[in-house]
Every structure is written in C-alpha cells, then in structure tokens.
C-alpha cells in the first residue's frame, strides 16, 4: 500500500499550505495576499519590470498576472508604464505608497519565516533551501497547479 502522508509530493504540499497560511496571517493587515506579496517583493528588488518578466519570476501564467497587476493597481501599489521599446508592453512600478510597504512587509515576510523554520536550525532551514532549489531546477516540468 502507498503511504501517502510520507510521500515527499504530500509532505511539500502540506508545508506549502501550512507557509502560506503563516505568511498571510501576518500580511492580512495589509489586505494583501501571499502572491501579490511575492510580486511587490520582486519589485522591490528590481523595480519597473513587464508583466512578462513578473510572470516568469514568479512561475504565473500571464493571464494570472495581469489580474494581480490590475488588484495591485487598485490599491495605488503598483502601476502601468508604458514600455519604451515595445508598444505591446507595460513596465510595472512601484508607487510611493508600494515602496513604503516594504520595511513592513520584510518583517511581516521575517515573522512568518521564523515561525515557518522554528523547528529547524539555521544549517537545516540553508539545506533545507539548497534541496528545494535542486527540486525547482527543471522548469520544464512546471505546471500552475490547479488548487
């Protein structure tokens, strides 16, 4: 019989929901969710990229991505400029106000990580990073999952 709670596919899962159910408790006061997180935090590091490069960032098919922009875009985070080299294009900036998110949303993104690891040591949680990067290597095989 296959034991199905101590499959890796299983085990992953489950620490996916139980990481994002961690990281959205802490960003909640900002009405944001885990994704939209990810993306301002990819702007944050470099601010101004298109939709397209958000999208391969972030593992998202486009037309994801361009309902987050459009949320984002509501609540004057982000916003639509068009791209100097490409008339099909937009560059995605930050506002004022998306920038100002980002020493708070660090360490709400600290707090949940602390709590995600808090079993783990610090050699564990690097390995633990080294293995899911080796596990993430083959974006061939990538699919969006469907929950």
């Known amino acids: 019989m296959y034991d199905i709670e101590n499959s890796v596919g ?4 489950k620490a996916y929901q139980r990481a994002w159910a961690i990281l959205r408790e ?14 301002l935090a990819f702007l944050w590091q470099h601010n101004g990229l298109t939709q397209a490069e958000l999208a391969e ?10 309902g987050m922009v459009d949320r984002l875009e509501k609540c004057s985070l982000v916003e639509r400029r068009p791209h100097p080299q490409d008339r099909r294009a937009h560059m995605i900036h930050l ?17 949940a990580l602390a709590k995600i690891t ?15 990067e080796i596990m993430r290597a083959d974006r061939r095989f990538y699919e969006v999952p469907s929950c």
Not at 26 to 39: A, G, K, N, R, S
Not at 57 to 66: A, N, S
Not at 98 to 105: F, M, R, S
């Open 57 to 66: 960032k972030g593992q998202i098919d486009r037309t994801t991505i361009g």
């Open 10 to 13: 299983f085990l992953l899962s």
């Open 26 to 39: 802490e960003i909640d006061v900002y009405d944001l969710t885990p994704p939209q997180f990810c993306l």
């Open 95 to 111: 506002t004022a106000q998306g920038k100002e998110l980002e020493a708070p949303l660090t360490d709400c993104a600290k707090r």
């Open 118 to 132: 808090c079993g783990l040591s610090e050699h564990e949680v690097s390995e633990f990073k080294r293995m899911l």
